[in-house]
């Protein structure tokens, strides 16, 4: 059996991609009425373009009964090669965090989640134990507040009079959590200079980058500090900007694919522009 890692730099190197697509349903959006139909639609348009997708479950909530149901049909038309990220950012303690943990893995078999790391390394232990499964810490969050209380300076809390911003310390355990190598991070890319900061800290972690196209996150910035040394481990995250880029009810697939590959090989002539170019590319 694959970890999360391994489909993930699979499914990469198979679509020359850092590309992850958010499969954020919103009525008031979509140009049909079908959520099931309208997902896989999009995933079928683009599927040889990304490394990942990303339901938030929150679009999906929403919706009541027919939105899991929905959820439950997106799934199924996902290629099985291509990891699927649940963006959930769950967090809770004992057996409420085991509880979520299972929902995520064992009941919807998510390939990934994200989780909210507030409650400390105990409150997301449950997700650390699926090892070949991924978990996602929201380490910067991508929204103008996150700097309310993640820029906070705070003191290294087990002594050693180090302080850093709250965000470096979310880094820093993530780092110490990864015991299974199991262990990413989620950063916004409305954020560069943090971004580069907590690549610096965690040189060899996959990290989720969400925040470009409507929330006007730098594609290049982002995208060369959140890659690894090797232009590898980041999953550059889009929704609104890819699925909802065409509006007719006949042609949005073909708009949502011209704009997933033009946020695709942007990213690709940043990785070709540094000599870290996929070696398909390379090579031709």
Same mark, same amino acid.
């Given at each position: 059996?694959?970890?999360?890692?391994?489909?993930?730099?699979?499914?990469?190197?198979?679509?020359?991609?850092?590309?992850?697509?958010?499969?954020?349903?919103?009525?008031?959006?979509?140009?049909?009425?079908?959520?099931?139909?309208?997902?896989?639609?999009?995933?079928?348009?683009?599927?040889?373009?990304?490394?990942?997708?990303?339901?938030?479950?929150?679009?999906?909530?929403?919706?009541?009964?027919?939105?899991?149901?929905?959820?439950?049909?997106?799934?199924?038309?996902?290629?099985?090669?291509?990891?699927?990220?649940?963006?959930?950012?769950?967090?809770?303690? %004992?057996?409420? !965090?085991?509880?979520? /943990? #299972?929902?995520?893995?064992?009941?919807? =078999?998510? $390939?990934?989640? *994200?989780?909210?790391?507030?409650?400390?390394?105990?409150?997301?232990?449950?997700?650390?134990?699926?090892?070949?499964?991924?978990?996602?810490?929201?380490?910067?969050?991508?929204?103008?507040?996150?700097?309310?209380?993640?820029?906070?300076?705070?003191?290294?809390?087990?002594?050693?009079?180090?302080?850093?911003?709250?965000?470096?310390?979310?880094?820093?355990?993530?780092?110490?959590?990864?015991?299974?190598?199991?262990?990413?991070?989620?950063?916004?890319?409305?954020?560069?200079?943090?971004?580069?900061?907590?690549?610096?800290?965690?040189?060899?972690?996959?990290?989720?980058?969400?925040?470009?196209?409507?929330?006007?996150?730098?594609?290049?910035?982002?995208?060369?500090?959140?890659?690894?040394?090797? %232009?590898?481990? !980041?999953?550059?995250? /889009? #929704?609104?900007?890819?699925?909802?880029? =065409?509006? $007719?009810?006949? *042609?949005?697939?073909?708009?949502?694919?011209?704009?997933?590959?033009?946020?695709?090989?942007?990213?690709?002539?940043?990785?070709?522009?540094?000599?870290?170019?996929?070696?398909?590319?390379?090579?031709?």
């Amino acid at each position: 059996m694959s970890t999360f890692v391994e489909k993930l730099q699979l499914a990469a190197q198979r679509n020359n991609s850092l590309l992850c697509i958010g499969l954020d349903p919103d009525p008031r959006l979509m140009p049909i009425d079908d959520v099931a139909e309208f997902n896989q639609a999009i995933v079928e348009a683009t599927s040889d373009l990304v490394c990942a997708y990303k339901p938030n479950l929150g679009f999906y909530e929403s919706l009541g009964p027919s939105g899991n149901e929905a959820l439950e049909q997106t799934l199924k038309v996902i290629p099985t090669w291509i990891p699927v990220i649940g963006d959930s950012k769950r967090g809770d303690i %004992g057996n409420t !965090a085991t509880a979520y /943990a #299972s929902a995520m893995f064992d009941v919807w =078999g998510f $390939d990934c989640v *994200t989780v909210n790391p507030f409650g400390g390394q105990d409150s997301i232990e449950p997700f650390l134990n699926y090892q070949d499964k991924g978990v996602l810490v929201w380490c910067r969050s991508s929204n103008p507040g996150a700097r309310e209380l993640q820029d906070l300076i705070a003191t290294a809390p087990l002594g050693g009079g180090d302080s850093r911003p709250f965000y470096e310390w979310v880094a820093i355990s993530a780092a110490k959590w990864n015991s299974y190598g199991n262990v990413g991070l989620v950063v916004g890319a409305t954020y560069p200079d943090e971004l580069r900061t907590i690549r610096d800290l965690c040189p060899d972690m996959p990290i989720l980058i969400p925040g470009i196209g409507a929330q006007e996150g730098s594609l290049e910035k982002s995208t060369m500090a959140g890659i690894d040394a090797h %232009g590898r481990n !980041a999953m550059v995250s /889009a #929704s609104r900007g890819v699925i909802y880029a =065409g509006n $007719d009810s006949t *042609t949005y697939p073909d708009a949502a694919r011209q704009a997933a590959l033009l946020l695709r090989d942007r990213m690709n002539s940043i990785l070709n522009e540094r000599n870290l170019g996929w070696p398909a590319e390379t090579d031709s």
